[in-house]
T-cell receptor
Framework: GEDVEQSLFLSVREGDSSVINCTYTDSSSTYLYWYKQEPGAGLQLLTYIFSNMDMKQDQRLTVLLNKKDKHLSLRIADTQTGDSAIYFC?????????FGAGTRLAVHP | GAGVSQSPSNKVTEKGKDVELRCDPISGHTALYWYRQSLGQGLEFLIYFQGNSAPDKSGLPSDRFSAERTGGSVSTLTIQRTQQEDSAVYLC??????????FGQGTRLTVV
């Protein structure tokens, strides 16, 4: 069935780069997304990538897509304490968005 | 408003009662989703509306759950005979294309 898997926890030092990885199973996923959820807050769309792309950069965010391996990653450059949140990898099928369980990013000084 | 609006923001109900949750999507967005997020859990797909097409109800957990979308805009999620396991945050999202859906702040439902 459709599934998105990602590691549950990542801890980085402030100023370092963070890399959050995920894999998905549905090869028909034509759009892939990263969402951010801060404590007590709603879901914020961070970025998206089409399946015919292999990289997308948006300020401090870089998304890499390996369609053959169905692997998606989100790199956050110069990670700040404000980046502490849960990051969801999402695969977009025809009529639903399949969410991973979320990766909790902790940024420490 | 500029974003997806959900009401109420919090709802406490007694077991066995019916509840209605409302979602006002972003104007002009043809797609509307309902999800729920239980404590410490990921997001569970419930239902998807796209324009005038028949909704995808494949995620509704039981026949106690139903949703409608009137006039292609406002949507209502109804839970009949609520159970304690229905306690969760119910999230609505809308989108105009495949570049991403925008979520509301959610309705926190507590069944006591």
């Amino acid at each position: 069935g459709e599934d998105v898997e990602q590691s549950l926890f990542l801890s980085v030092r402030e100023g370092d780069s963070s890399v959050i990885n995920c894999t998905y199973t549905d090869s028909s996923s034509t759009y892939l997304y990263w969402y951010k959820q801060e404590p007590g807050a709603g879901l914020q769309l961070l970025t998206y990538i089409f399946s015919n792309m292999d990289m997308k950069q948006d300020q401090r965010l870089t998304v890499l897509l390996n369609k053959k391996d169905k692997h998606l990653s989100l790199r956050i450059a110069d990670t700040q304490t404000g980046d502490s949140a849960i990051y969801f990898c999402v695969a977009g099928g025809y009529n639903k968005l399949i969410f991973g369980a979320g990766t909790r990013l902790a940024v420490h000084p | 408003g500029a974003g997806v609006s959900q009401s109420p923001s919090n709802k406490v109900t007694e077991k066995g009662k019916d509840v209605e949750l409302r979602c006002d999507p972003i104007s002009g967005h043809t797609a509307l989703y309902w999800y729920r997020q239980s404590l410490g859990q990921g997001l569970e797909f419930l239902i998807y509306f796209q324009g005038n097409s028949a909704p995808d109800k494949s995620g509704l957990p039981s026949d106690r759950f139903s949703a409608e979308r009137t006039g292609g805009s406002v949507s209502t999620l109804t839970i009949q005979r609520t159970q304690q396991e229905d306690s969760a945050v119910y999230l609505c999202a809308s989108s105009q294309d495949r570049r991403g859906a925008f979520f509301g702040q959610g309705t926190r439902l507590t069944v006591v």
